[in-house]
């Protein structure tokens, strides 16, 4: 296995002469779980499906497991093997989803399964992203958060080296995706390079090894997530209640002797203490702020 | 192959389990046999009933609705839900998907066939044709001409920009060719150009292919060239075939054009 997933160098899209994608470089490691954030129209969707091999580029280069995804595009490649190979190694879970309204989970996930040289089980998989007690449901019976595990179980059916999930968990209620995200952390500990687009900053963050901020068809910055924007060493915020009830705070780079000194002038326990970095949200918004 | 296939029985099923269209469908090419044979219940002359000129123009047109209309209407409605984005990203081979579409229009169309004959058989004494060479001349005038359709069903697809458009792209299309073709009117009866017209499209030379089979011998002088001219039916449905399957293959989309 190559030691990058996705290298990308340059890449620009125009869409009726105005730039989407505006000289965009990004490398995924092979098995990380790398986040893009970004606003929309940010050129983020634009980005990974030129990855997933969707869309034609104008510029720049891209590789995706070592093959460069405007192969697909060339003429006579439909039935070339070399591009199914390709295919049988990228799992995609799309933003829309199309539907087969009459066909059971069952049926759908056993066929696409049938795509692919080494599939993992159908019952397995369907199991796997909590779909058990409705693999026999037609699939236009299912909700939103049901017929989106349905797209993942479609997306990993053929065990892909790489996996793109765009918006994966957009409609979730809260349970549903915490057990999304074990799922998601289950297929990185098999192996599996997770590239994932989201709104949520609370997912990025529990989720990702490191997470890409794109504005204005740029990445303009790639950390982890604790890292990001200088997160980790911006000042803290510390506030707490004097003893007359007023809140007070204070921003400091150095917290810990802050809390020190009050705690000698409180003899003891500070009343409503906190301390607080700024959030990967703040960081976030600052940053899309200060770019837009 | 086996996926071709398994793609056709996924087809077919999901056909069978959508009842309205079932119904509508299948059943549609037996009422109308029912209301025109109803209506005309005189002869066409020497011995010979309406309904025996009807049910060529109803077996035509349950072909062309099998093949044009249901995939030029289908495919733009799959394209616009994303089912043919989500096949693309898949290592399926794209004949595949063509494949499964082919297997359900076939089904269809034999199904809807042999319920139109059986239903005008018992209510119309439709008499069938006596001869092997004429079973021969039906079979390839209906697989030719269901051939001809598909295509034109797929390369018609491209046009409609949105699955709610596609019926009324489609539907005007299907129902003109119908009334110009010889499908509800003896075809000699209609004005000249409009036979000029209709000869243009496949659905009059199926139409006189299937006359052949289900007329007597004897009616081949009352066709516009003067006999039923096999040979030109075969040609001008091969012509079809291959117009639509250069534009199938040069316009195929995807992808809607949002998609980009």
């Known amino acids: 296995m190559e030691a990058t997933a996705i290298e990308v160098n340059g890449l620009r899209k125009l869409y009726g002469g105005t730039a989407a994608v505006d000289g965009l470089d990004l490398t995924v490691r092979s098995g990380e779980i790398f986040a893009l954030l970004g606003p929309n129209g940010a050129g983020k969707t634009t980005t990974v499906e030129i990855l997933e091999g969707y869309r034609r580029r104008d510029g720049g280069q891209v590789s995706v497991l070592g093959v460069d995804p405007a192969v697909v595009h060339g003429r006579g490649t439909r039935t070339d093997p070399a591009v199914r190979r390709w295919r049988e190694r990228v799992g995609i879970v799309l933003q829309g989803t199309g539907e087969f309204d009459e066909l059971t989970v069952g049926e759908v996930v056993t066929h696409f399964a049938r795509f692919y040289p080494a599939p993992d089980d159908p019952a397995t998989v369907i199991d796997r992203v909590g779909l058990s007690a409705k693999a026999r449901a037609r699939t236009h019976t299912l909700s939103g958060g049901q017929k989106r595990r349905l797209d993942v179980a479609l997306g990993i059916i053929g065990r892909p080296e790489l996996l793109f999930l765009d918006e994966p968990t957009t409609g979730f209620d809260p349970e549903a995706r915490r057990e999304f995200w074990a799922l998601i952390r289950d297929l990185a500990r098999g192996g599996t390079t997770i590239v994932l687009t989201t709104h949520y900053l609370e997912e990025a963050e529990t989720l990702a090894d490191r997470v890409g901020v794109i504005t204005a068809g740029r990445l303009i910055a790639v950390d982890t997530p604790r890292e990001l924007g200088n997160r980790a060493s911006a000042l803290a915020t510390v506030s707490w209640r004097t003893p007359e009830g007023v809140w007070e705070r204070a921003q400091s780079a150095t917290p810990t002797a802050l809390v020190a000194d009050l705690a000698a002038r409180f003899g003891g326990e500070v009343p409503g203490l906190t301390v607080t970095r700024p959030t990967l949200e703040d960081i976030y918004l600052d940053m899309i702020g200060a770019a837009a | ?260």
């Open chain 2, 1 to 260: 192959m086996g996926l071709g296939l398994r793609q056709g029985v996924l087809e077919i099923r999901q056909f069978l389990r959508s009842r309205e269209q079932v119904m509508f469908t299948l059943a549609f090419p037996a009422i109308l046999i029912l209301v025109f044979g109803s209506i005309f219940s005189g002869e066409i002359g020497n011995g010979v009933k309406f309904t025996q000129y009807f049910v060529t123009g109803m077996i035509a047109t349950g072909l062309m609705t099998a093949g044009f209309q249901a995939l030029a209407i289908q495919i733009p409605q799959e394209r616009d839900r994303g089912v043919l984005k989500r096949l693309l990203g898949t290592p399926m081979p794209r004949w595949v998907y063509f494949a499964g579409k082919v297997l359900m229009v076939a089904f269809i169309a034999v199904l809807e066939t042999v319920i139109l004959l059986t239903v005008a058989t018992l209510l119309f004494d439709l008499d069938l044709p006596d001869t092997g060479a004429k079973w021969l001349t039906f079979l390839w005038v209906s697989a030719l001409g269901i051939t001809a359709c598909t295509l034109c069903g797929v390369a018609f697809s491209s046009l409609a920009r949105t699955g709610r458009s596609a019926p009324a792209v489609v539907t005007p299309v299907a129902l003109i060719l119908q009334f110009i073709s010889g499908v509800f009117f003896v075809f000699t009866s209609l004005p000249g150009w409009m036979q000029n017209v209709a000869s243009l499209f496949p659905l009059k030379w199926m139409c006189q292919g299937l006359r052949a089979v289900f007329l007597p011998e004897s009616f081949g002088p009352r066709e516009p060239g003067g006999s039923y001219d096999l040979p030109m039916v075969a040609l001008v449905l091969s012509v079809w075939c291959l117009v639509a399957l250069v534009l199938c293959l040069t316009t195929f989309r995807w992808t809607t054009k949002r998609d980009g």
